[in-house]
Every structure is written in C-alpha cells, then in structure tokens.
C-alpha cells in the first residue's frame, strides 16, 4: 500500500519532471516548482534534501519513460530488421512523444547539465549507454541469425545510428521544423535495407 508521503513525493516528481525539461537545472527556480506544485519550499525540502536531488528524480523518472518506450519498441515480435524499422518508425514521431515531457531529456538535460550539474550529466551519458546497448543487442541479434551484416562492431553501428537520431532530435528541436526528424528517418530506413540489410 502506497502512503501519503510516497504519493506525494511521486506527485512532486511527475509534476515537476517537464518543467526541469524545459527549462534546465539552472533556469527552474523554487518558485516554478512551488507554483506548479502547489507545495511549499519547506514541502518539496521535506521530501528531497535539495534542489539538485529533485532534479535528479526528475530526470530519472523522463529517463524511466523512456527506457519503457524504447523497450516497447525493441522487444516487439518479429526479426532483427523488423525491430529496427519499428525503432525508427518511433523515431520518426519522437518529438511529438516527448512533447508532454518538456521535449527530448537526453538533449534537453544533457546539454544543460554539462557546466553546471556533475550528476545529471552522468545520469544522462549512462541513459545514453543503455539505449546505444539496446540498440547494439538487437544489431547482434541480427548478426548471429545471418539476417544483418555490419561493416562494424554492433555497439560502434549502434553509437552511430543512434547518434543520427539524436542530432535529428536535436536539429528539430533548435529550429522547430521536423523535416529534419522526418527525413533522416527516411534516411536511416534506406539506410538500413541497403547497407546492413543481407
């Protein structure tokens, strides 16, 4: 059974998650957090020991998020190939996904917190790590059962690939037009039937 101090710290948490996503670690001030909370400093303070433990539940619970969405996409039925079109398929929309987020935590959390907050840039590269592994796992998949070939390692195609999709996000989200998310999809799709495809 849930308590009344675990619901409220999960409510503190997912209401506070888009608003560090929107507007960084530095730029979320106590008083965006009480407003949207409708808490307290002394209340939010009671249940996290400081502003940047919040913003760290915060980013771990859009990173949870993600992850979930990601898994969904990954762990469909079919082959290797199918799962990488699913993939990009999701891609193919990820900033209409992440909008109620506050937009892309990975870029949005992790080019904030590069200068200013040592512990949400490292929960950001790990977030980073699983995803590219994710990735990797279905590409190695793909190898073992004779289905994909690869010019490299699955992890090093993998960086790669996902590299791609995350400056498309990031292209995208600096100048508010998704033909950069649209057609680097496109892109990877073609790129993927005739590259790695056997």
Same mark, same amino acid.
């Given at each position: 059974?849930?308590?009344?101090?675990?619901?409220?710290?999960?409510?503190?948490?997912?209401?506070?998650?888009?608003?560090?996503?929107?507007? $960084?670690?530095?730029?979320?001030?106590?008083?965006?957090?009480?407003? =949207?909370?409708?808490?307290?400093?002394? =209340?939010?303070?009671?249940?996290?020991?400081?502003?940047?433990?919040?913003?760290?539940?915060?980013?771990?619970?859009? #990173?949870?998020?993600?992850?979930?969405?990601?898994?969904?996409?990954?762990?469909?039925?079919?082959?290797?190939?199918?799962?990488?079109?699913?993939?990009?398929?999701?891609?193919?929309?990820?900033?209409?996904?992440?909008?109620?987020?506050?937009?892309?935590?990975?870029?949005?959390?992790?080019?904030?917190?590069?200068?200013?907050?040592?512990?949400?840039?490292?929960?950001?590269?790990?977030?980073?790590?699983?995803?590219? $592994?994710?990735?990797?796992?279905?590409?190695?998949?793909?190898?073992? #059962?004779?289905?994909?070939?690869?010019?490299?390692?699955?992890?090093?195609?993998?960086?790669?690939?996902?590299?791609?999709?995350? $400056?498309?996000?990031?292209?995208?989200?600096?100048?508010?037009?998704?033909?950069?998310?649209?057609?680097?999809? =496109?892109?990877?799709?073609?790129?993927?039937?005739?590259?790695?495809?056997?």
């Amino acid at each position: 059974m849930t308590t009344k101090a675990e619901k409220t710290t999960k409510y503190i948490i997912e209401t506070v998650a888009p608003i560090f996503n929107k507007l $960084g670690y530095v730029g979320t001030s106590m008083s965006d957090l009480t407003e =949207a909370t409708g808490l307290t400093k002394g =209340a939010l303070y009671g249940n996290f020991e400081n502003k940047e433990a919040l913003a760290l539940s915060a980013f771990e619970y859009n #990173s949870k998020r993600l992850l979930v969405a990601i898994d969904e996409q990954l762990n469909t039925e079919g082959t290797s190939l199918e799962k990488l079109f699913v993939l990009t398929k999701f891609y193919r929309n990820y900033d209409i996904y992440t909008m109620e987020m506050g937009g892309c935590p990975i870029l949005k959390i992790g080019v904030d917190a590069q200068h200013n907050n040592a512990l949400l840039a490292a929960a950001v590269r790990e977030t980073i790590k699983t995803i590219e $592994g994710k990735i990797a796992l279905v590409l190695e998949n793909g190898v073992n #059962s004779n289905e994909l070939h690869l010019p490299v390692t699955p992890l090093q195609f993998a960086k790669q690939l996902y590299t791609m999709l995350q $400056g498309a996000v990031a292209m995208t989200t600096i100048t508010k037009d998704r033909k950069y998310l649209m057609n680097t999809v =496109a892109y990877l799709d073609v790129l993927i039937n005739r590259e790695i495809k056997k």
